[in-house]
């Protein structure tokens, strides 16, 4: 099976019959040029190009904020921004942290996140060869290192990268660790701020890109440096669109207002963050009034996106400044008065200085946690707590009783999928995890 399909396909026009018509309407027929057909010139040259582009754009919303779920909507569920309402028994995996490498649903995310990296790459790659000056050159290969990111991020080590070069056949690729995947999105981020020029928008995406990147490897002062180059006003976004395609909507807000799938979660599992007992407006909610898909959970709208065609910001300039105070705070420096400035900003009163290491390591990560609500980032902060920090799983990660049965697993990543096994460089490792290491 191939877990990754070129980006375009050439249709075919196959003529239907033309019974019961005259010669001549027949011949009308036939000479009708349908808008919806591909055909080997329309991907061709710099007009190619940009439908590698578009393409790229789509697949990247879909395995990012849209489709069935996204990074964005089962990071979350993983961490402690939301829990079930619904009833699948794959989503309740997820919810649980005990997840099975034969999930489909979770199959399903894989795929998407694969076709985005390898989407990127290709579109990046066709428009230096036509358009060698454009700016979306930049993009792709920002889109591409957050695609990798995520891959470190959200997933154990030993994820496979297997590639799909334009025009070619499927290359299976052997089993990435994290800190080579780490270095993979890094590289996407130089090869975009290489690309982007004089345009500023696309410097700032490849640059929060890189301090993101440089955070997950420890590196504060390289995160802090790459930082420095972002406004505090700036943001990007993944754009979402109303009345699209499933893979073009909200996903954030279709599975939780329209679908009732999922809930606005609070101190779940113990150690999880306060997002509806203690009011915030970076995490705006409200009591649905009515219950879940389930019909037993009580259904709690997040209102930070408001429709199905609500943008998810993918980087931004607050997240600059949460990277410096980080920076600041494992330097020893004064690292407050940037979290107090951003608070100020948005009408926040201040807050004090815990006054030791626990304290402070929590309110960076509690300020994040609102900051960057469902944004994709909470499972990764909460994999950095436990890698860089010291702490065990259990004193960060939703624990003890689930609410809907037993108890908490232990997995605090995503499994790479059972049908792994069918790639082809991995052919010596039946019956064995595919996971390089669970807990890396």
Known sequence: MKHFEKMVRTALLIPGAAWGLSACDTNELLSVVDPDIVTPADVAGAKGAELYWAGAIGLFAEAYSSGGG????????????????????????????????????????????????????????????????????????????????????????????????????????????????????????????????????????????????????????GAASAAALVPSEWAYYVRSKEGGTSGQRNSVFELNQRQRRWSLSDMEGENGIAFRSETDLRVPWEDSGVLGFDEETTLYHQLKYDSEESDVVLGSGVEAQLIMAEAELSAGEAWLARLNGLRAGAGLPEVADPGDRDGRVRMLFEERARWLFGTGQRLGDLRRLVRQYGYDQSMVFPTGTFAKGGTYGTDVNFPIPFEEHENQALSGLEGQPLCLDRNA
């Open 70 to 221: 996204g990074q964005v909507v089962y990071s979350g569920m993983l961490a402690d921004e939301f829990h079930l309402s619904g009833t699948f028994p794959t989503r309740n995996e997820v919810d649980r942290r005990e997840m099975d490498v034969r999930n489909v649903t979770l199959l399903g995310e894989y795929r998407d996140l694969h076709r985005a990296r390898v989407g990127t790459r290709n579109a990046a790659e066709r428009l230096a060869e036509f358009l060698p000056n454009d700016p979306r050159i930049a993009e792709m290969w920002s889109l591409n290192g957050y695609a990798n990111l995520f891959f470190a991020q959200d997933y154990c080590s030993g994820v496979p990268f297997s590639e799909t070069p334009n025009d070619g056949e499927i290359v299976f690729g052997e089993r990435q660790t994290t800190s080579e995947i780490l270095a993979a999105a890094a590289a996407s981020f130089d090869a975009a701020a290489t690309a982007a020029g004089d345009d500023a928008n696309q410097r700032h995406l490849a640059a929060i890109g890189l301090a993101r990147t440089r955070l997950h490897q420890g590196d504060y002062a």
